[in-house]
């Protein structure tokens, strides 16, 4: 059975920093770029950032580029988001999850989704 499983999450003051880590079990994915997602309440899922699988390519959303970084150690079957200096709109939950193609930042596009792990950044 394929399986994501995000950790690191937690509750932290703005202008912190956190580590997110998405460990894969059951399989690898060889080839396959992974991707950060991010949900808050009452909000649709969006796009926070993407690693090729040589970590040669990195795609950020705007709203937290030049904050967050993607890195991934394949040896390792992992991938890590580190956010650094937090804002309160950054809470939300954020998944992990494997792209099979189409466009990097389009939700749909990805597959085998993590159950997610919740980041609160308090004012």
């Known amino acids: 059975q394929v399986q994501l499983v995000e950790s690191g999450g937690g509750l932290v003051q703005a202008g912190d920093s956190l580590r997110l880590s998405c460990a894969a079990s059951?399989?690898?994915?060889?080839?396959?770029?992974m991707g950060w997602f991010r949900q808050a309440p009452g909000k649709e899922r969006e796009f926070v950032g993407y690693?090729?699988?040589?970590?040669?390519?990195?795609y950020y959303a705007n709203s937290v580029k030049g904050r967050f970084t993607i890195s991934r150690d394949n040896a390792k079957n992992t991938m890590y988001l580190q956010m650094s200096n937090l804002k309160p709109e950054d809470t939300a939950v954020y998944y992990c999850?494997?792209?099979?193609?189409?466009?990097?930042?389009?939700?749909?596009?990805?597959?085998?989704w993590g159950q997610g792990t919740q980041v609160t950044v308090s004012s």
């Open positions: 999850a494997v792209r099979f193609g189409g466009v990097i930042m389009r939700a749909r596009d990805y597959g085998v």
């Open positions: 059951g399989r690898t994915f060889s080839g396959y770029g």
């Open positions: 690693i090729s699988w040589s970590n040669e390519i990195t």
